[in-house]
């Protein structure tokens, strides 16, 4: 791979409108995908063959992300990662709700979806999430590497992660609001509008970076031996979890938030955005301290502080509630946030020292071909052995905990 990280800089306003406006549209509905879906009928089956497919086709889009980052203009890579995002939800909105098109059966209908139109949907949808993930995220993790100075990766990341939330926190306020008295049309339209404005907006800035590679010659086809990438920091096993445990907290962990608010979209996002004030403060004095402090104590007590997370998950239900389910709440948002916000300040310090974009894209194509792989298994045994399937999404915390600690191996060491 060896692409070489350009010296220009692509500048944080450009880099912050780009992410702001996606975090925003992520908030309208690809955050509540799977609680959307989850109503119209897609059970656990579907939403982890979901998962699978959107990984394996994230991993198979990285080569096609390699070679445009080389030869197309930043504004035009830009411009595609609106496009998959619309094309998404246009999906979404054909399988869900267009007369004659749709697969899934509207909320409360009793007849549930057959498999064969829940696989096929699954699979077009798995399709449509990993094109436009592949692409911002990327796009997003590249961009942001070039806004790094020296030992500052954590305060930047908490930056990133602040500024994040609230313009995610506003999208799921619109989102649920929209969902819950079946605007689907006006959430398109309203995405469909932001994306223009933002497009073209950027499209008129002139960032100093031209490409976010600079690389001539293809390293597509050494994408594939990033699975037997090694080194003397756990960079292979913490990249092979960490894929499985980011659907874990979006898809399974909303889902379940979903349930214990009684299936509610506005309450859901009420939930969240009140969860994220809350822990907010405490995020904010942390971000500014990690850079200086010991990273290797702080990362092992982040770590275990996150496998504690999965086993406060494990205990909640849809008998859960009182203020015995917000203390877990709060505790088990700020001990995700702050794993993120530690593991995150590792990742991008030895991607900063390795001087290239190699080690970003190791780590995305591993991750998703481990989650797609994972994934599309469980989706199989789901499929052929019945079981219940609420119980088990709750049953499935107790072994992410376990393997939660699989991240301890992950090291800093040069």
């Not at 656990?44 to 699978?52: M, Q, R």
């Not at 949907?121 to 590249?142: D, E, K, M, P, S």
């Not at 929209?178 to 049309?185: D, H, N, S």
Request: aromatic letters at 14%; proline letters at 3%; charged letters at 10%.
């Amino acid at each position: 791979m060896g692409l070489r990280l350009p010296t220009a800089h692509s500048g944080p306003g450009y880099f912050y409108l780009f992410l702001g406006v996606h975090s925003l549209l992520i908030g309208l509905l690809p955050f509540f995908l799977p609680v959307y879906l989850w109503q119209h009928g897609l059970d656990l089956a579907g939403l982890s063959l979901l998962i699978g497919v959107s990984g394996l086709s994230f991993a198979a889009a990285l080569g096609l992300w390699q070679t445009l980052s080389r030869h197309w203009h930043l504004k035009h890579l830009v411009t595609l990662t609106f496009a998959l995002e619309l094309m998404l939800l246009a999906a979404v909105g054909l399988l869900t709700t267009v007369p004659g098109a749709a697969l899934f059966t509207p909320p409360g209908d009793s007849h549930a979806i057959s498999t064969t139109a829940m696989v096929f949907a699954a699979i077009v949808l798995g399709l449509c999430n990993g094109l436009y993930n592949a692409f911002f995220w990327t796009t997003q993790r590249a961009l942001f590497l070039l806004q790094l100075g020296n030992n500052d990766s954590g305060r930047q990341y908490g930056n990133f992660q602040i500024f994040v939330m609230v313009f995610l926190k506003v999208g799921i306020l619109l989102g649920g609001l929209l969902l819950e008295t079946g605007g689907f049309v006006w959430l398109l339209a309203l995405s469909a509008g932001t994306s223009l404005v933002a497009n073209l907006h950027l499209a008129g800035k002139q960032p100093g970076q031209k490409r976010l590679s600079s690389e001539r010659d293809s390293g597509a086809a050494s994408l594939p031996g990033s699975l037997a990438f090694r080194d003397e920091r756990g960079s292979r096993t913490a990249f092979a979890v960490d894929g499985l445990f980011l659907y874990l907290e979006s898809h399974f962990w909303t889902l379940t938030l979903f349930l214990v608010v009684q299936e509610d979209f506005g309450r859901l996002g009420l939930a969240v955005v009140v969860l994220a004030l809350v822990f907010a403060a405490l995020f904010y004095l942390i971000k500014n301290r990690i850079d200086q402090l010991a990273s290797r104590q702080v990362y092992r007590a982040a770590v275990w502080l996150y496998i504690g997370s999965w086993l406060l998950r494990f205990t909640l239900d849809g008998d859960s509630g009182g203020p015995s389910l917000w203390i877990a709440l709060i505790l088990i948002t700020f001990f995700s946030s702050f794993f993120r916000l530690a593991f995150n300040k590792r990742f991008f310090d030895v991607a900063r020292g390795s001087g290239s974009q190699s080690y970003l894209l190791v780590k995305s194509y591993s991750s998703q071909f481990w989650l797609g792989t994972t994934f599309s298994l469980l989706a199989i045994v789901l499929l052929v052995i019945p079981l219940p399937h609420d119980q088990l999404l709750q049953y499935l915390y107790l072994p992410a905990a376990a393997l939660a600690a699989l991240y301890l191996r992950y090291s800093d060491r040069t």
